[in-house]
C-alpha cells in the first residue's frame, strides 16, 4: 500500500500537492497499453481531494493528492484512495493511505490518531 502524508499549520500556507503514479507497458520496447483508472476517497474526507478521478493514457497515469485542511481543527485525519483499473493491470485495486496532521498556528502538534 502507497501512502502519503500531508502536513499544515493553522493559517498558513496549504501543502503542496502530491502525485500518485501509475505505470503500464513497457517504454522501451513501444508496447503501448491504455491506461483507464478510476480514483475513489473510500472514507469521508472532505479534506482531501484527487485529480483527475476518470482517466486514460498510455504507460503513466498520475492521480494529484490535494489537502484543503484551512477549516479543520488541529489533529490528524487520515483517508483511503482507492485506484481501480481494468485488465491487464495485475495489481489493481491500487490503495493509498493519505494522512494530514494539522497543527496550531504556534506549531504545538495536538493528540495524534
Known amino acids: 500500500m502507497k501512502s502519503f502524508s500531508f502536513s499544515y499549520r493553522k493559517q498558513g500556507k496549504l501543502p503542496q500537492p502530491q502525485l500518485l503514479r501509475i505505470a503500464v507497458g513497457d517504454q522501451s520496447t513501444g508496447l503501448e ?4 483508472t478510476q480514483a475513489t ?3 469521508s474526507a472532505a479534506w482531501l481531494s484527487a485529480s483527475p478521478l476518470i482517466g486514460t ?6 492521480i494529484a493528492l490535494t489537502s484543503q485542511a484551512q477549516n479543520l481543527q488541529p489533529g ?3 483517508a483511503t ?3 481501480t483499473a481494468p485488465a491487464p493491470i495485475l495489481n489493481s485495486p491500487i490503495l493509498a493511505t493519505v494522512n ?5 498556528r504556534g506549531g504545538r502538534q495536538l493528540g495524534g490518531a
Not at 33 to 36: A, G, K, R
Not at 100 to 104: A, E, F, G, M, S
Open 33 to 36: 497499453i491504455p491506461l483507464s
Open 41 to 43: 476517497i473510500t472514507s
Open 57 to 62: 493514457t498510455v504507460f503513466t497515469s498520475q
Open 76 to 78: 490528524t485525519y487520515t
Open 81 to 83: 484512495l482507492e485506484v
Open 100 to 104: 494530514l496532521q494539522v497543527t496550531k
